[in-house]
């Protein structure tokens, strides 16, 4: 029997010279799948655009690549400060739910496939695994906006796919997420002679955006649509994961960090998150097509970078 990998490698044949059009082309995801695109598909014609080359809120921005053609389109672009959407829903709703209607507007024009990456946000603490099936509750307005976005777009064609993705890492010094943060903070607080931290126990399946992009290919190859969930295997705190990625950057005695719970945290954030939202890649099983890694294997192979040794010396 053919392992995984090479039988993604027939699959990925049928990406070969197809155009792919990224938006939000300077974000942690985009800027993955630009990389596994260069990997893994023979001569990908690739137009990642930037909020400056594309304004995905405001339709006109779209007219100058009228005659582009896009057999893809991986919509990347997005307000994903669910803070700032708390505090600002119109800025959100331009960004994510404009957003998403001048996307399906253009697909149609250039009969073009949409890939949507959806946030585990749409969810909220459920006693279970979440898969496809689970109906879901947003706690927070940038929740809700995903979610419009998503109905927007499964709704408007039978041509598109959302996938629900676990929090991110990757992208290095782009990395505005957790790890990004945590990283750099320890760092800092290193360089000034601190020697500990408090870090929350929220739970979630921290996911390398590679792990993603290159998942999400596999998808496209198939062509795959509707709804699938995709994570990392296992799930951890914040608190579990900070002390995971400190042994692995091997600064265990020049730093250390302690619990603190989740729910006196979650008082300064102007958003609710939930506390533990764990996604099973049950679709993803049962086609055979989750090629998602242990949280731990992709963290480690993610902080040998150069970026965080320099961090570090
Ligand atoms: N981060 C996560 O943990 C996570 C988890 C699951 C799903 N997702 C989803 O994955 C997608 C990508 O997330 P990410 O973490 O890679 O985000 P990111 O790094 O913040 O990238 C998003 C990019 O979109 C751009 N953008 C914002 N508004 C735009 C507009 N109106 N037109 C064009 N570009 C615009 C931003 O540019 P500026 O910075 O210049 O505004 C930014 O470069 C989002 O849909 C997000 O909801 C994220």
Redesign the pocket.
């Known amino acids: 029997m053919k392992s995984a990998f090479s039988q993604d490698q027939d699959y990925l044949k049928n990406l070969s010279n197809k155009k792919f059009l990224i938006?939000?082309?300077?974000?942690?995801?985009?800027s993955s799948f630009l990389n596994q695109l260069k990997i893994n598909i023979q001569n990908p014609k690739t137009y990642c655009?930037?909020?400056l080359e594309?304004?995905?809120?405001?339709f006109d921005s779209f007219t100058k690549y009228v005659n582009l053609k896009p057999d893809f389109i991986i919509?990347?672009?997005?307000?994903?400060?669910a803070d700032l959407c708390e505090k600002n829903k119109e800025d959100g709703k331009?960004?994510?739910v404009d957003?998403a209607k001048n996307i399906m507007k253009y697909a149609k024009i250039n009969n073009s496939k949409v890939f949507?990456?959806?946030?585990?946000?749409i969810y909220s603490d459920i006693n279970r695994m979440v898969d496809e099936n689970t109906t879901p509750n947003p706690l927070s307005i940038y929740g809700d906006l995903?979610l419009e976005a998503e109905n927007i777009i499964l709704d408007s064609s039978e041509n598109t796919i959302s996938v629900?993705?676990?929090?991110?890492f990757g992208?290095d010094e782009?990395d505005?997420?957790f790890i990004g943060k945590v990283t750099a903070h320890i760092s800092k607080l290193i360089k000034q002679g601190k020697k500990e931290m408090a870090i929350g126990d929220r739970v979630w399946q921290p996911?390398f955006?590679d792990d993603l992009a290159y998942n999400s290919l596999v998808l496209l190859a198939n062509n795959k649509n509707g709804k699938y969930n995709m994570a990392s295997h296992g799930s951890c705190s914040f608190f579990e994961l900070t002390k995971e990625l400190i042994k692995i950057l091997n600064i265990e005695d020049r730093f250390t960090v302690s619990r603190i719970s989740a729910k006196i945290l979650s008082k300064r954030e102007v958003a609710r998150r939930p506390l533990s939202v764990i996604m099973n890649n049950s679709r993803l099983k049962q086609e055979n097509l989750d090629r998602q890694r242990d949280w731990k294997i992709s963290l480690k192979e993610y902080l040998t970078k150069p970026y965080f040794k320099k961090l570090f010396t």
Request: aromatic share 8%; net charge positive.
């Open positions: 938006t939000g082309g300077n974000g942690m995801l985009a655009f930037n909020k594309l304004n995905v809120s405001n919509h990347c672009a997005a307000l994903v400060d331009s960004n994510i957003g949507y990456p959806q946030s585990f946000l995903k629900r993705m676990g929090g991110f992208g782009k505005n997420n996911t955006t």
